[in-house]
C-alpha cells in the first residue's frame, strides 16, 4: 500500500495538532532547566497567578528561589499578595518560611522580613485602612505592584491574610 506524501503530511500535522504539541517545544526526554523554572515560578507568583505557580512548582521549580542572593524569595510574595493557596503549595515543596530577605528597591519597614511577618503587616493594613484609600496608602509607601494593590483591594482580603498569617505562624520560628 502505497501512502502519498501530501495525505503522510497531513496525517502527521493533524496528529500533532490533536496532541497539543508545539512546534519550538521539543517532544521527548527534556526538562525545563532550573534557571527557566525559577524565573518562570518567581514571575507567576508575582503575578499572583495560582494555577502557573503550581504548575512550575510541581515541575520542580525550586521552592526557595529568591529575586536574588539576599532577596525576596518565592514564599515572600505568595504572602505579599495573601494567597493561601501558592503559600501552602511552596511549603509543601519545602519552602523556608523562616527565611529572612530583603525586597530590591522597595522602602517600607516590611523590607527585610520573615513572611509571616509580612502577612501580619499586610493584615493590619487591610483593617486599619479603609478600602478606597489601600491603593494610595500602598503607592505613598512605594508599594506600588498591581498584584498587591488588586489583592489587597479585594474585599475578601482580611480573610486570605488571616489564613496566610495562621499557615505560616504553624511553622515560623520566633526570631
Known amino acids: 500500500m502505497k501512502i502519498r506524501l501530501p495525505l503522510l503530511l497531513a496525517l502527521m500535522l493533524s496528529i500533532f495538532l490533536i496532541t497539543g504539541w508545539r512546534p519550538n517545544v521539543p517532544l521527548f526526554g527534556t526538562k525545563p532547566n532550573v534557571e527557566t523554572l525559577r524565573t518562570s515560578l518567581m514571575s507567576a507568583v508575582k503575578a499572583d497567578n495560582t494555577e502557573e505557580a503550581i504548575r512550575l512548582i510541581k515541575m520542580g521549580a525550586d521552592a526557595n528561589c529568591r529575586t536574588s542572593a539576599n ?14 493557596k501558592i503559600v501552602e ?3 509543601q515543596a519545602g519552602a523556608d518560611p523562616n527565611y529572612t530577605g530583603t525586597m530590591e ?3 517600607g519597614n516590611i523590607v527585610s ?14 483593617y486599619q485602612v479603609p478600602p478606597p484609600s489601600i491603593e494610595e496608602t500602598l503607592r505613598r509607601g512605594g508599594l506600588d505592584d498591581p498584584a498587591l494593590i488588586k489583592s489587597m483591594k479585594d474585599p475578601k482580603a ?4 488571616q489564613k496566610v498569617v495562621e499557615a505560616l505562624a504553624k511553622v515560623t520560628k520566633e526570631s
Do not use: C
Open 158 to 161: 482580611a480573610n486570605r491574610y
Open 89 to 91: 503549595a511552596l511549603m
Open 71 to 84: 532577596g525576596w524569595s518565592a514564599l515572600h510574595f505568595a504572602v505579599r499578595n495573601g494567597n493561601v
Open 113 to 126: 522580613e520573615k513572611p509571616l511577618q509580612i502577612a501580619q503587616a499586610a493584615l493590619d493594613l487591610v
Open 105 to 107: 528597591g522597595q522602602t
